[in-house]
């Protein structure tokens, strides 16, 4: 495996596990997507007849409710609110005809129209006489008034006097039936209307559960296979995956080659692995190489806050897939709603988790079972689904996703590289040998990251300085731009030449890649080893010899300035770890003997299994300090015999600042075991 060691930041080891991705060249559509449903909920390749909406029949109908208010609307004269004393004034003058009063309100008419607010170019009863426009001038004959109720004026007498015609009834003794009919209730009674039809629009959709506005349907995205379709062409280096699959896409294209031997595909498969090992691209691959719809979902997307609408999403996503079978289902992150319902981590019966977990495993094997409908799932965490997941007739075939061995990771960049114009190919065979541990989303940014070093240096075509610059940023950091003292430089120039020195005399310890003290990352300096070719498994002496390798640049430290300082911090975290796993997970103690006392699901923190005794804790941590020690003193004795080399690597650090392979090896005087070929650089005098 990879290894980084760093005077001051933390470093992990590269994850066993990443896909083949699609090629970056191809940032073109790899599907169509088609989202149309029709009538009856289902999701069809094209996009169906647009017909008249709902909406647009409710807003015609509003329509013309106005215009019939409108038109059975009895028209009024124009009647203009006078001042009490300008209309005590027509009342002298003799130009009132009628009067309708009711309480204090009077209204009625003029017997000759007159212009309101402006009379001889004043306005009648403003206490300045203010001149108003043209433009507020009004001519009527109709007018209307309020009588205070502290007038004594004789007002009858004087309208009597006058011959004016006076009455008491009031204007409107009510509103016409037909248009309160048309004007309140008719609008009332469509709205509700509406509101009926889709809640019972919704609660159809929903079979009766969940909510309103269509809030139970599926929301998977449906995938049409183009002439762009993700094949298996387009996967590299998983090739034992591939090979798992293609008997369920020869499955989808000659079905009647199995089932007239009364064979059955399985009704789901797992796709396992770490994340970005691509287990989604393995499943597009094997809908376009089946050439057959493709519904894709995240597990996330099922669960709402409402009981039942999972499951009633999961209802209408089976019902689309049946409509269109043969066809696959893609529900990605599994565990999300698949987790074990023994775990005691539910509300009970009722939990939303649970209901849509129950008709999950319905669908996939009920009582009619779904023929033609396949499903895949992919997941990170296999040991938390639940056991009625993975028997047979469900999620019956499980499929592990690994990390690409030499070989695959080269498919892999050949893949990548497509678009990408290379300088030299066999680059690519130099990548895939320095690159152990990783696999196809480290190897996309892997070369992405060198395309966009070459074209930030103007470069027409990526080259090795391209791809060093790539990995070096990828694995060990960008590097940072900060000023530190000669003093603490030289430290750091000894304290990874201590690292790679060791690296270099350990007999089967990974070649040491590069040395560098440019700050990267958290690192004031890293040190980078990676094997020749991919190992599985680790004997006993070479993990003791990585420790020693891990220890030495605190050995080199104590070494030279009589003390250490907090660099090795990640070194010590690095060597603690390893020795726990030596002596609690792969039995390399004799004392503590061959017992696994950190469980595999503990995951990296290693924590103790529950039914260890004390004694078996406390023997382990002696265990761990004891294989630490010699591991630090063995560390110190090769440095303090290989002194000068120790200072020549650090002399030639100072003065360059990074040193490749082969550099570092010639300035030790150590031949190099890389299988690469490269020019040695002569040790400086």
Known sequence: MAQTTSDAARRSEPSDSTAAKRTADDNRPLWRVEGARSPQGKTSGRLPPQRPSIWAFLFLLLVLDW??????????????????????????????????AQGSAIQGTFRHAVTYPVQNGTTPGSPNGTTSSAKDMTTTAYFSTNRPTFADDQLLSALEKEGAVVTAKPVQSGSDPLLTFLGGVLPTVLLLGLWAWIIKRSWGQMGGAGGMFGMGQSKARKYEATKQRTTFADVAGIDEAKDEL????????????????????????????????????????????????????????????IVGVGASRVRDLFDQAKADAPSIIFIDELDAIGRSRSAGNTSGANDEREQTLNQILTEMDGFTGSEGVIVLAATNRPEVLDSALLRPGRFDRRITVNAPDQEGRLKILQVHTRSVPLQDPSD????????????GADLKNLVNEAALGAARRGEQSVSREDWSGALERVTLGAARRIVISDEERRRTAYHESGHALLGMLEPGADPVRKITIIPRGQALGVTYQSPDSDRYGYGESYLRGRLVGILGGRAAEILVYGESTTGPENDLEQATSIARQMVGR???SEEVGAISAFPRSSGDNYMPAGELSQQTLELIDEEVKRIISECAEEAKRLLAEHRDQLDSLAQALLERETLEEADAYAVAGIPSPSTMERQPVAAPA
């Open 67 to 100: 215009i019939l208010v409108l038109a059975f609307q009895p028209s009024s004269a124009t009647r203009v609110t006078v001042p009490y004393t300008y209309f005590t004034q027509q009342i002298q003058a003799g130009n009132v005809a009628t009067v309708t």
């Open 586 to 588: 792969w039995g390399m």
């Open 428 to 439: 690519l065979e130099v990548m895939a040998a320095s690159t152990a541990g990783m696999a």
């Open 246 to 305: 293609e008997e369920v896409v020869d499955f989808l294209k000659h079905p009647s080659r199995y089932t007239k031997l009364g064979a059955q595909i399985p009704r789901g498969v797992l796709l396992t692995g770490q994340p970005g090992t691509g287990k989604t691209l393995l499943a597009r691959a094997v809908a376009g190489q089946a050439d057959v719809p493709f519904y894709s979902i995240s597990a996330s997307e099922f669960v709402e806050m």
